[in-house]
């Protein structure tokens, strides 16, 4: 398995700024997702995040609202531009192991107000 | 990826054996099934996953049937720390597909 931690665990932040959560991995991995859950829904994929390539954004998401970095095979980020209280939800990577088990994070708590 | 159906609850005593039932009728030959569970606001928790082959390991038992049309999760001795959400994936094997959670199964484990 894989340790992965989140920062911040929990923001409160006001509506029209941004917000960009950390995610890092104890081991070396080649995929990285990012996933929402808005209160009392299931998990939505964001993006698929590769070290070196720009980031991969399911239908819904776009960059400009949701950048991304991978700047190596531990860490990536992603922002949440330009918030809105529609923005509340709890944000979590997760890593790909052996190309066969995902492993998430803990998650980040994210309210705006 | 095919879909799956499961209970949106279920009760179990604690101490008993918890039985989560999944179908998943259109799985392709290449596709395994993944148990993912959720305990109140944490990340999701990877379980188990299986081909066709029954699976044991020290947190649960995961069982294929023969047409791999559904499976069963079962949690042997359950506990009040066993209350979750479980989800019941289906994806491709290898080529580090992503998961696509649905609305799973809410276990509630009661003294």
């Known amino acids: 398995s894989a340790v992965i931690s989140q920062k911040p665990s929990r923001d409160i932040c006001q509506r029209g700024t941004s917000l960009t959560i950390q995610c890092q991995v104890d081991?070396?991995?080649?995929?990285m997702f990012w996933y929402r859950q808005q209160p009392g829904q299931s998990l939505t994929l964001i993006a698929t995040?590769?070290?070196?390539?720009?980031?991969?954004?399911e239908s819904g998401f776009v960059i400009d609202k949701f950048p991304i970095s991978r700047p190596n095979l531990t860490f990536s980020t992603l922002t949440v531009s330009n918030m809105s209280p529609e923005d509340s939800s709890i944000y979590l990577c997760?890593?790909?192991?052996?190309?066969?088990?995902?492993?998430f994070g803990p998650g980040t708590r994210l309210l705006v107000l | 990826d095919a879909k799956t159906t499961q209970p949106p609850s279920m009760d179990c005593a604690e101490g008993r054996a918890a039985n989560l039932p999944c179908n998943h009728s259109?799985?392709?030959?290449?596709?395994?099934v993944y148990w993912y569970r959720q305990i109140h606001s944490q990340g999701p928790q990877y379980i188990i996953h299986?081909?066709?082959n029954n699976e044991t390991n020290e947190m649960a038992s995961l069982i294929i049937t023969e047409d791999r049309k559904s499976s069963t999760l079962i949690l042997p001795h359950a506990t009040l720390r066993d209350t979750a959400v479980y989800y019941c994936?289906?994806?491709?094997?290898?080529?580090?597909?992503?998961?696509?959670f649905g609305k799973g199964t809410m276990l509630l484990v009661s003294p």
């Open positions: 081991s070396q991995v080649t995929m």
């Open positions: 259109t799985i392709s030959g290449n596709e395994y």
């Open positions: 997760s890593v790909e192991l052996s190309g066969e088990t995902q492993y």
């Open positions: 995040a590769n070290q070196g390539s720009e980031a991969t954004y």
């Open positions: 299986g081909l066709k």
């Open positions: 994936i289906v994806r491709v094997a290898g080529g580090y597909s992503t998961l696509t």
